[in-house]
């Protein structure tokens, strides 16, 4: 423990020598990835689609893309590997300048130059071993080499959550990451090899095996653990001493109150980013500790580190300021909205059986603004209300919907969490919600066995009475959005999308996101054109407090009780101290 603590010690150091170098790094490269690389990717992406009359990527259609569209598909293959080599830049940029900051020979000439040369050194047959690389080392992407551009490339939630509820597909998922764990601390040294000696992919991969040996990948590891839970306890005792100190600070008059709120917030978001990238430059430091025989000492003129110092000071300069501006505007509540409180599948804390009248009644007491419900089409081309496609989860019967006709299948008692009710048709769900006064976002769900008239009865049936009690309809197949539009423009229709990929732009009147790939800038862009997006499905209290943050138009949960307790500490507008406590809460998301 006492060499582990040494070493630490002795990187901590040089960071405090050279901290207005480092933050400036890593500020400047994140301000260029935020306000540039990202933003061109998006509209590049979405003009791509346009170009091609593609409204979306999904699984739904991208074999159709591929066939028909083969063009597009190309120019998406070629913007990935584009995309790659960006990422890879990324990781040169922050190595090369924490080796030269470290080393005192960082120039902004000299790190470009260095840049320059490390792209010469990647051939073309090198871009799928990096992607295959980067796949392993997205887990601890933000352990070690933090980058905002491979922070935005994360499997969505749900699809963790799909997996995590199948004993194979959890086992799997498991050893998968295992796997990529072991792969990933083995060939940690692979991207500064290739970096620092311009070697060849395949050879830096070889060589990081050679160089992390059992004992030497061990040592690596146990300074990055301690490490990690020496900043984290640090990070804790001060957040617990600004939030205290707050506290009193709040029995000062109103405007001295907001003012230090205000001070206090900028120096959480200060700290917290001087925490973060001490971290990053400290894991480095213990990451390449192998290869310091390649390192090459030189020396930089006073005149050049006082210019530096200069474009430091203006980066960090902008960092507060945008800081300040969001600050003021988050602590006085001018941008923060309600987000509308959807009740998924109808029920909550599991109070019954999902898409069944009994939990409606539980669930309408709680007052959602909204209760998400699933719909089905059956044998005789009746609607019935269920999420799943087939019976055998929770009524035991290997049957689909279609299987069955509506007389059939509203006799099929389901059975969920200790809950049994029996299937509802729509007709009589729409009974029981208007006795209940309870507004339904209806999700239309499709198969390839659906009628082809489907979507035309559905309107003819329920189009007026959808508009008249101003329910909503979503779908996840966008051949639902526009078969609606077309048929009833007047129908308010949202798209259901799992994941995002590129700026909003569909027929659909506002966007339903699965929470973990959801940003604002797509959020902002969708409220531009003045659609609505909800945010699904959130159950926990810091990430309905990042959408919130985020400022989307409404949250969809299993955990009702939860998201209106989380609304209304999220708009106490009493206590600014409240408000410095949310957004800690919050901030390990936001990162």
């Known amino acids: 423990m006492k060499n582990i603590l040494k070493d630490i010690n002795t990187y901590s150091k040089n960071f405090k020598q050279h901290w207005l170098e480092y933050i400036a790094l890593f500020i400047g490269i994140d301000i260029f990835t935020q306000v540039l690389v990202i933003p061109v990717f998006r509209y590049v992406t979405t003009g791509i689609l346009k170009a091609g009359a593609i409204p979306f990527i999904s699984y739904q259609n991208i074999i159709i893309i591929i066939t028909t569209h083969t063009l597009v598909f190309l120019c998406l293959i070629l913007e990935l590997a584009i995309l790659l080599l960006v990422i890879y830049g990324g990781f040169a940029l922050i190595l090369l300048g924490i080796r030269e900051i470290s080393q005192e020979k960082f ?35 933000d352990i070690v080499y933090r980058t905002p551009l491979l922070a935005k ?32 601390i083995r060939l940690i040294l692979t991207l500064p090899i290739m970096i620092y000696q311009r070697k060849k992919t395949l050879v830096a991969m070889k060589e990081s095996w050679k160089l992390t040996s059992h004992k030497q990948w061990l040592t690596i590891l146990s300074r990055l653990v301690v490490l990690g839970i020496s900043a984290s306890l640090i990070l804790f005792v001060f ?19 907001f003012g230090f709120a205000t001070f206090n917030l900028i120096l959480v978001q200060a700290i917290s980013e001087f925490v973060a990238i001490g971290i990053s430059v400290i894991s480095i430091l213990i990451v390449i ?33 945008a800081a300040g501006v969001n600050n003021i505007l988050y602590l006085k509540g001018t941008e923060m909205q309600r987000p509308i409180t959807i009740s998924h599948r109808g029920v909550s804390d599991k109070n019954g059986v999902q898409n069944t009248i009994p939990a409606l009644k539980k669930t309408a007491k709680l007052h959602p603004d909204y209760v998400e419900i699933d719909l089905h089409e059956t044998k005789d081309k009746q609607f019935v209300v269920m999420h799943d496609e087939n019976l055998k989860k929770l009524a ?115 966007y339903s996101m699965e929470y ?76």
């Open 107 to 141: 120039t902004f000439r000299f790190l470009l130059k260095e840049l320059i040369q490390t792209y010469k050194s990647v051939r073309i047959s090198s871009v799928l071993l990096l992607a295959l690389y980067f796949l392993l080392i997205v887990p601890f992407a």
């Open 153 to 184: 490339i994360q499997i969505p939630e749900f699809i963790l959550d799909f997996l995590m509820r199948n004993v194979w597909l959890a086992s799997g998922l498991i050893i998968f990451y295992i796997l990529a764990f072991i792969f990933g």
């Open 239 to 257: 957040y617990l001493l600004v939030y205290f100190c707050q506290l009193g600070l709040d029995h000062l008059s109103k405007a001295l109150s």
């Open 289 to 321: 500790k192998p290869l310091d025989d390649f390192i090459v000492q030189t020396q930089v003129t006073s005149e050049k580190r006082k210019s530096i110092k200069i474009m430091d000071l203006c980066l960090i300069t902008i960092f507060l300021l």
């Open 396 to 510: 035991g019967i290997d049957k689909t919907p279609k299987d069955l006709t509506l007389n059939q299948l509203t006799k099929i008692t389901l059975h969920e969490d200790g809950y049994h009710a029996k299937i509802a048709s729509f007709d009589q769900y729409l009974k029981a919600a208007a006795k209940l006064k309870q507004k339904l976002l209806i999700e239309v769900k499709t198969t390839p066995n659906d009628s082809p008239k489907m979507l035309e009865r559905f309107n003819k049936k329920y189009g007026k009475l959808i508009l008249k009690r101003n329910y909503q309809v979503q779908s996840l197949d966008y051949r639902v959005i526009e078969g609606l539009h077309q048929i009833n423009p007047k129908l308010f229709v949202l798209y259901i999308q799992p994941y995002n990929f590129t700026y909003p732009q569909s027929l659909a009147d506002g």
């Open 516 to 591: 973990s790939t959801l940003n604002n800038d797509f959020i902002w862009q969708a409220q531009l054109q003045n659609k609505p997006v909800y945010a699904w499905t959130v159950n926990e209290s810091n990430i309905m407090m990042k959408m919130m943050y985020e400022n989307v138009n409404g949250i969809i949960t299993d955990r009702l009780v939860e998201l209106n307790n989380t609304i209304k500490d999220f708009e106490d507008k009493r206590s600014n101290a409240n408000k410095l406590l949310n957004y800690i809460l919050i901030l390990p998301e936001k990162e």
